[in-house]
């Protein structure tokens, strides 16, 4: 009887870190939510708690960072299906030319510190590329809960984000070349095939604006089939474009654009949803992982500096660029502070970078805590700024007054 007992009480790890995870989310979603902050913060928090730094009870990290990819895919998916390309048109110069700048200033502003600090020429444009993205995940949410999504600074933070989202390919390709990779010639018109393929069908879809799916109506009703269907364009896009040498974020991105010109989208939104909520959830869960609290106690001093300049150097940018295309001092200043963080795919930069060896360890683990930091911050910077926005309006109606 005693033999048996180690057996009836043994369990699959896997179903304790589930658990484990779940019950620790719960716990500090509810703290967050009864201070009104986004849940993000608590995933990063999880996964910090439960990584190597922190009680050590995930140790093998890579199955939580490729379902973490899928987050991402899922999460490009979704945001594809919020943008009307007519609409995003129709803000392309805020987008194009705004991105374009933001992305030039990183990278001069970085190369100017970097010069002072004997750093290489490759990182600091590697640096400059990570702190020009900010966070769609964290924006998005922000902006639906402060009902901001269709108001004018909403649309032209979401076309510049929207654009962000374009350009990590092009920057992708750039960081791979800085680490002296040589594509040939194969690749290269793979990729530039893959980029007329996307071209091609975002042109498609401005023309025609609504596209019907096939068996659209045959499942208007079959829940199960509607799965599969919503499915095959997220996965089946990331896919192709992983075929192209293009990143499969953009492929579901493209995905997504096709289910909001098809009109389906709100029956693929309560279809799936609930799977982006997860995958999203371990994808920030694997970034908490990768942080090295030993490291950042370390180095918290120039941390702290660097996420000091991060901020205000992007947040003044991006509050000069929204003003420059007519916004309001007020609405620009809050659209810089919206766009203020480093986002998500800068990981992507930063881990590209590091597997070329552009980076070293202590750089690589230096980005990581630093836009883990920014993601942290950034709801608390945004509400600080609102504050500076409504205070600066009570003293104007009292000069008035």
Request: charged letters at 10%.
């Amino acid at each position: 009887m005693n033999a048996l007992m180690p057996k009836l009480i043994s369990f699959d790890p896997l179903i304790g870190s589930i658990s484990v995870i779940a019950i620790l989310i719960v716990a500090v979603g509810l703290f967050l939510k009864k201070i009104k902050q986004p849940y993000i913060i608590g995933y990063i928090l999880v996964g910090a708690m439960l990584g190597q730094s922190g009680l050590g009870f995930i140790e093998d990290a890579s199955t939580i960072d490729h379902l973490g990819e899928m987050g991402i895919i899922l999460l490009l998916f979704f945001i594809g299906m919020e943008i009307s390309l007519p609409e995003f048109i129709k803000q392309w110069k805020v987008a194009a030319i705004g991105t374009t700048i933001q992305v030039a200033l990183s990278v001069v502003i970085i190369w100017a510190v970097g010069y002072f600090f004997g750093w290489r020429m490759e990182r600091s444009v590697i640096l400059g590329f990570v702190i020009a993205l900010s966070s769609s995940a964290v924006i998005i949410k922000l902006l639906s809960d402060k009902n901001l999504t269709n108001t004018r600074i909403g649309k032209n933070v979401l076309s510049i984000l929207l654009m962000q989202d374009i350009i990590i390919v092009p920057l992708l390709i750039a960081v791979t070349m800085l680490g002296g990779k040589e594509e040939s010639t194969d690749a290269i018109f793979l990729n530039i095939a893959g980029g007329l393929g996307i071209m091609i069908s975002l042109i498609y879809i401005y023309k025609k604006q609504t596209i019907q799916l096939p068996f659209s109506k045959a499942i208007e009703k079959d829940h199960e089939l509607q799965v599969f269907l919503a499915i095959l364009f997220c996965f089946g896009g990331a896919l192709g474009a992983s075929f192209f040498g293009l990143s499969p974020a953009l492929g579901a991105f493209v995905g997504g654009m096709i289910m909001h010109a098809s009109k389906a989208t709100h029956w693929i939104y309560n279809t799936l949803n609930s799977f982006r909520i997860l995958f999203v959830a371990i994808f920030f869960i694997s970034v908490g992982l990768q942080l090295d609290f030993g490291f950042i106690i370390e180095n918290i001093w120039a941390i702290l500096a660097v996420l000091i300049c991060v901020y205000i150097t992007n947040h003044l940018i991006n509050a000069l660029i929204l003003r420059l295309f007519s916004c309001p001092w007020k609405e620009a200043f809050l659209g810089g502070a919206l766009l203020a963080q480093i986002g998500e795919l800068s990981f992507l930069i930063a881990s590209t970078a590091y597997s070329l060896n552009i980076i070293e360890s202590y750089s690589y683990k230096f980005t990581i805590s630093l836009i883990s930091l920014t993601l942290i911050i950034s709801p608390f910077w945004i509400s600080f700024t609102e504050k500076l926005i409504l205070s600066s309006g009570g003293r104007k109606r009292n000069k008035i007054n």
